[in-house]
């Protein structure tokens, strides 16, 4: 059908248009001219008029990517040519309305999300389109800067059309591993269950995410609507994976706040918390965070897409750069959200008006917080250096 021919996206809206305080910024921005939601202004000259110093490029910043999901990893040209291959109708916002305009503040507003969530999956046929998907997100990182990557999967999802989760986990890891070769970047893979379902699938998930521990998996994580499930019914889970020695990377704090990411933290024994971003909004709790040295995955696009926040100029980041939390940035969902690795530094960088040091030390944290071996992490700080030098 001629609706699925790739064409510009007319950008209907973005985050940074809902935007009141930046505005005055990107006024006179013609629709099709560069979104600030590219990693393209993430470039020298970008920032705001009034700048005159030399701005290094974002996109040469080596970064660790921690915060990426599998089907939202996919580019947006991909899906609507797998769409069009397979005779797949999809909804108007995946198509000429893209990036869609979603909103999480009630469960019906998620429930959307998770429907164009699902509905992009299912355009996932065969093992050559997701060996396709995971060698586009590995170009799309390595272009904006990335050197490492902790993929997020959960293999129930895919299980019915690839064998079961066992087989599907090892095309992932073999997908992963081909990737890896062919770009350079450091690729590893954290197990996700979904809080939606039964928490025995949830063990049955940490089971098999323990099996592969040391060969390509690093992390055990839990996501999908943070509103629903009993965090306690997944305990069991998350027991299973940390005897395993995998890193335990719940989400919390993005939809809930302060109560939720204690429960993260004292049931699961979280590790890293999927966003956790809401922790600013108690201090105590933020201490807590520093001192133990928990790490959080903080997406600001996607925090506004959703309705997290109502700009970029409300993420705080700052607060919690301030508390000294360890922050490493990620994108989250770009097939949803329009905006991949890069532009999460170029947005906030924007936003909060960050220096050049402060980007440095959050791709420095991007690392710490990771599963890279120490010697990817040694040369990413040495280039890390040397860009601010
Ligand atoms: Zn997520």
Not at 127 to 142: C, N
Not at 144 to 163: K, M, N, T
Not at 280 to 286: K, N, Q, W
């Amino acid at each position: 059908m001629p609706k699925h021919v790739a064409k510009p996206p007319i950008r209907k809206h973005t985050g940074r248009s809902r935007s009141q305080s930046n505005r005055g910024r990107t006024a006179g921005r013609a629709s099709g001219e560069a979104s600030p939601y590219d990693a393209g202004m993430a470039g020298a000259g970008a920032g705001p008029a009034e700048r005159t110093e030399p701005r290094r490029e974002v996109s040469r910043l080596p970064k660790a990517h921690l915060h990426l999901h599998f089907t939202g990893s996919m580019r947006h040209g991909t899906l609507l040519e797998l769409a069009e291959r397979d005779g797949i109708a999809l909804p108007d916002s995946l198509v000429e309305d893209w990036p869609p305009r979603l909103s999480a503040a009630d469960e019906k507003g998620w429930f959307r999300f998770q429907r164009l969530y699902d509905v992009a999956r299912s355009v996932l046929r065969t093992p050559d389109d997701v060996r396709r998907l995971v060698l586009e997100a590995a170009e799309d990182d390595v272009r904006d800067g990335g050197r490492w990557l902790e993929i997020q999967v959960d293999p129930s999802g895919y299980a019915a059309r690839f064998d079961g989760i066992t087989a599907f986990t090892d095309l992932v890891l073999d997908c992963v591993r081909d990737a890896s070769e062919r770009t350079g970047l450091g690729i590893a893979v954290v197990v996700a269950a979904n809080r939606t379902r039964h928490p025995l699938d949830a063990r049955t998930l940490a089971r098999l995410a323990s099996q592969y521990a040391g060969r390509g998996v690093v992390g055990f994580g839990l996501s999908n609507d943070e509103r629903r499930g009993s965090t306690e019914d997944f305990v069991g889970a998350f027991r299973i994976a940390d005897r395993a020695g995998l890193l335990l990377a719940p989400h919390g704090g993005e939809l809930r706040g302060p109560d939720h990411v204690r429960q993260c933290l004292d049931r699961l024994g979280a590790h890293r918390l999927g966003h956790g971003v809401r922790s600013a909004e108690d201090p105590a709790l933020l201490d807590r965070i520093v001192e133990a040295g928990v790490a959080l995955e903080v997406c600001p696009v996607s925090n506004v897409s959703l309705g997290v926040y109502s700009d970029l100029t409300s993420v705080p980041l700052p607060q919690l750069l301030a508390a000294g939390a360890t922050v490493a940035l990620g994108a989250d969902d770009p097939l949803l959200f329009g905006s991949r690795l890069a532009g999460q530094y170029a947005t906030m960088r924007a936003a909060h008006d960050l220096d050049d040091a402060t980007l440095a030390r959050l791709a420095e944290m991007s690392f710490e917080a990771s599963r890279a071996p120490s010697d990817v992490v040694a040369a990413a700080k040495r280039d890390i250096a040397a860009w601010l030098a």
